[in-house]
């Protein structure tokens, strides 16, 4: 999903940062009711218009989110804030609208969250490209959604497969993302089960 952070609350949360940086927040603020399907899982892109030329910034990524009196909170973004400007025209939504906006309108356009399809979240993702390096290997046939970086976008937080639910997972070393599904009754083991990955990858990898 596709939401906006304010001028105000972005130049107070984000203060000296300007394209290239990574805002290093873990939440957004809102108990929007068009936030809802984030409760099945998925990302939340945030964006935010900047002035004096109505430049869209994306700001965040937010991936693993759950609601709380505060709003919803994921794990701490990664990715750089990028003027993604460029693929205004390009984003359709699900809704398949994609952003009409007289000028001077763009922000208020945005007003309500909207759902991105999967070719606008690899869209954005793409435009940022300056996050963590994505190693995980396509795979084909697989009972359980690919997640590699052509396929991620359109993947959730949870599947199942063979009567097992599973939930997403990831690991980081040295800059690069391996992804990978862990079956959700390990949930309270997660911490091990993701040393115990890392650790694999560091052995192929090297630290």
């Not at 603020?29 to 004096?52: C, D, I, M, W, Y």
């Not at 963590?132 to 359109?154: D, F, I, V, Y």
Request: proline share 6%.
């Amino acid at each position: 999903m596709l939401a906006i952070i304010s001028k105000a609350i972005f130049e107070k949360e984000a203060a000296g940062l300007s394209p290239g940086k990574v805002l290093p927040t873990d939440r957004y603020r809102s108990q929007s009711k068009h936030l809802a399907p984030l409760e099945n899982g998925g990302r939340l892109f945030l964006v935010t218009v900047r002035p004096p030329d109505e430049a869209l910034w994306l700001v965040a990524v937010l991936e693993g989110l759950s609601l709380d009196d505060d709003g919803w909170v994921g794990r701490k973004n990664r990715v750089p804030i990028t003027d993604v400007s460029t693929a205004i025209p390009k984003l359709r939504f699900e809704s398949g609208k994609g952003i009409q906006a007289a000028k001077g309108a763009l922000g208020m356009s945005l007003q309500t969250p909207r759902t991105l399809t999967a070719e606008d979240a690899e869209l954005l993702l793409s435009s940022a490209g300056g996050g963590p390096l994505n190693l995980t290997a396509h795979q084909e046939g697989s009972a359980l959604p690919c997640l590699c970086k052509r396929c991620l976008p359109a993947s959730q937080e949870h599947a199942e497969a063979q009567g097992m639910r599973f939930v997403r997972a990831q690991v980081e070393t040295g800059g690069k993302l391996l992804y990978y599904w862990m079956p959700e009754e390990l949930t309270k083991q997660a911490r091990a089960v993701s040393n115990a990955v890392r650790g694999a990858l560091v052995g192929r990898l090297g630290p």
